[in-house]
């Protein structure tokens, strides 16, 4: 019987473990079937951090936080968990492998992904020059011209990292200025290979056998269609929750959520549900950033030692 069960190993899950065992709570295990650290292990410049003087990557900003969390008894456990469910004042969790914990309070921290575009020929060429990680997949297309498609602050510092690699960068974006923040915004005039295409639906990423050879656009404003010829499409179009975790077996979730299916919390992280927490970019009106996530999961900690007391 665990006193709280932690699931996800990012920025929120170690805050939060670190918060609980700190404070006293002797059994608290994050479940995390990776490696610790979350979705900002994969960004390529960190430079909003409080306290983070030099630029580093989201590998390298996280690098030291699961073994200070660890430090106060936070335990990993490398397993996924499929379900919760809440039977009384007790919760079960479904590992894989259908084994089974209890818990007497779970905070979820699943975080988000990469949402689809919903481009035609973007699920046929996935891992074939549809890529949604420039850090991860960058370096593959050296010299080469590529398209970013999206227009938050992702797609801009995406393709700004891509840009020192890449011989042209093409940024496509179907509003007439992007959605990023203006800081984000000035650092484009910088680089001379990207190449802004506002005001442009995406409507195809064609290619062959070998991989992928163009991306198709339209303009809003006259309806003419062209190809930007690249070898590399890197998708940025927002993210969807991990919320499959609280589905339940009728198909209802096991707490309130909103239309987006982010999870319903008050400013304590305390969810419809009592001894359910949510922290991180799967609650609502998550922020998406990693001093964000950290706040909200010393938040749910915190909140954590006081339900169960």
């Known amino acids: 019987m665990l006193d709280l069960a932690i699931i996800g190993g990012g920025p929120a899950g170690l805050t939060a473990g670190m ?82 914990i209890n818990a007497k309070s779970v905070l979820i921290a699943t975080g988000s992904v990469p949402r689809p575009a919903g481009i035609k020929g973007e699920a046929e060429f996935f891992g074939r020059g549809v890529s949604t990680c420039a850090t991860c997949d960058g370096f593959f297309y050296k010299n080469k011209d590529v398209v970013v498609i999206g227009g938050g602050d992702t797609a801009i510092e995406e393709a700004i990292y891509l840009a020192n690699i890449c011989k042209i960068v093409y940024i496509v974006h179907r509003r007439d200025e992007f959605r990023a923040s203006p800081h984000e915004v000035e650092k484009l005039a910088k680089f001379d290979n990207i190449i802004p295409v506002l005001s442009h639906t995406t409507e195809e990423i064609v290619g062959d056998n070998m991989g992928v050879t163009g991306v198709v656009v339209k303009s809003k404003e006259t309806g003419e269609t062209k190809t930007l010829d690249a070898l590399g499409a890197f998708i940025f179009v927002g993210r969807d929750v991990l919320n499959q975790t609280l589905i339940q077996d009728d198909g209802s979730f096991l707490c309130d959520v909103n239309e987006s299916g982010e999870v319903k919390v008050d400013l304590k992280m305390k969810t419809s549900v009592e001894g359910l927490f949510a922290a991180g970019d799967i609650r609502i009106d998550a922020p998406k950033q990693v001093v964000c996530a950290a706040g909200d999961g010393a938040a749910a900690g915190i909140s954590a030692i006081t339900y169960l007391q």
């Open 19 to 100: 918060y609980a065992t700190r404070g006293g709570l002797k059994d608290v295990t994050m479940f995390e079937k990776g490696l610790p650290g979350g979705q900002i292990t994969q960004s390529s410049e960190i430079e909003n951090y409080p306290g983070q003087i030099e630029v580093v990557t989201g590998m390298e900003l996280m690098d030291k936080w699961p073994d200070q969390c660890k430090r106060f008894g936070l335990k990993h456990e490398m397993s996924e968990v499929k379900q919760v469910v809440k039977n009384g004042e007790i919760f079960t969790l479904t590992l894989s492998g259908d084994s089974q």
